[in-house]
C-alpha cells in the first residue's frame, strides 16, 4: 500500500518551491530589507511581475486607482501577501504530467481558486486576521490529489472508478488508507509551510481534531464542499450532496451560515475566472 510520508518525500524530490519564493521569504525574515529590494528581485521574473500587476489591479483588492509599478503592488497588498501569491501562482507548474485521463487540470484548478475565493471571504465575513493567507489554502488544499495521480495512478484510478456516491474523501481512504488531504499536508510540512496552512489542509475533513488552526479547518471544511457544490452546477458529475456533508460543528464554530455561503459562492462566481487565468497561464504555453 502506498504510504503518504514516502509520496511526500518523492514528491519534495522532484518538485521543490520556486527559487524566487525562497529568496523572497529570506528577504522578508530580513527585517533590513527594503521595499526597493524585494520589488528588484519580483521584477527578475516577468511573467510573475505581470501576474502580480494584474492580481494587484482586479477587483479580488478593488483598489480605487490603477496600481502600475511592482513597489506600489507590494505596498498596497504586503509582503506577506506578495509571498502568499508567489507560491500561489508557483505551485501549478509542479505538475503538469499527469494523463488528462485522470485528471482536467483546469477543473483541477478551478476547484481550487474557487475553494480559496470562498475560504477567503467567509474568514472576511467571520472576521479572520490576516484573511488575505486564506485564498493561498484554499489553493493548496487538494495538492495531495496531484501527488497521488502522478506517484500512484493506479491507486488513483481505482479511486476514480469506485461508485460516485461514496463521498472522494471515503474513497480515497478506503484505497489508500489516508486521504489527499493528509497526503498534501506531510508535503507542506515537508516544503516548512506554516503550520496553520499545514493544520487546515491536514483537518479540511475533520475540522473539529485540528490542533493549531481549527478555525482554518473549519473555513476551509465549508469553502471545499461548496466548490464541489459550485463544481456540481457546471459539470456532469457525482451528485453527492456536498452542503448536506458539511460539519454542523464548522457553522457552529465560525459563526457563519447558509447566507454566508451563499454570498461567498457568488463572489467567487464572479472573480474565479479571471484569476484562474493567471495562475495556469504558463501551463497552456
Sequence with gaps: ???????????????????IYLRLSRMLADENSTVDQIAELVSLDAGLSARLLKIANSSFYSFPAQIETIPRAITLIGCNELCNLVLATS???????????????????????????????????????????????????????????????????EILEMPTKVEPWQREQEVLGFTFAECGAELLKIWQLPETLVDAVQYQHQPQQAQIDPQGAALLHIASRAAGWMEQQTQDMEKIDY???????????????????????????????????????????
Excluded at 119 to 148: I, Q, S, W
Aim: aromatic share 10%; net charge negative; proline share 4%.
Design 1 to 19: 500500500m502506498t504510504n503518504k510520508t514516502d509520496l511526500a518525500q518523492k514528491c519534495s524530490h522532484l518538485f521543490s518551491l520556486p527559487d
Design 91 to 157: 505551485v501549478a507548474y509542479s505538475f503538469v504530467n499527469i494523463s488528462p485521463d485522470l485528471l482536467d487540470m483546469d477543473s483541477f484548478w478551478r476547484h481550487n481558486v474557487d475553494t480559496g475565493l470562498v475560504m477567503r471571504r467567509l474568514g472576511k465575513t467571520a472576521r479572520v486576521r490576516d484573511v488575505e493567507r486564506l485564498f493561498v489554502v484554499g489553493l493548496l488544499h487538494n495538492v495531495g490529489k496531484l501527488m497521488v495521480l502522478t506517484y500512484a495512478p493506479k491507486d488513483a484510478a
Design 243 to 285: 452542503i448536506q456533508t458539511i460539519d454542523p460543528w464548522a457553522w457552529e464554530f465560525t459563526g457563519l451560515g447558509l447566507d454566508d455561503m451563499d454570498e461567498a459562492i457568488d463572489f467567487a462566481q464572479v472573480e474565479a475566472w479571471g484569476l484562474l487565468g493567471l495562475i495556469t497561464a504558463p501551463l497552456h504555453k
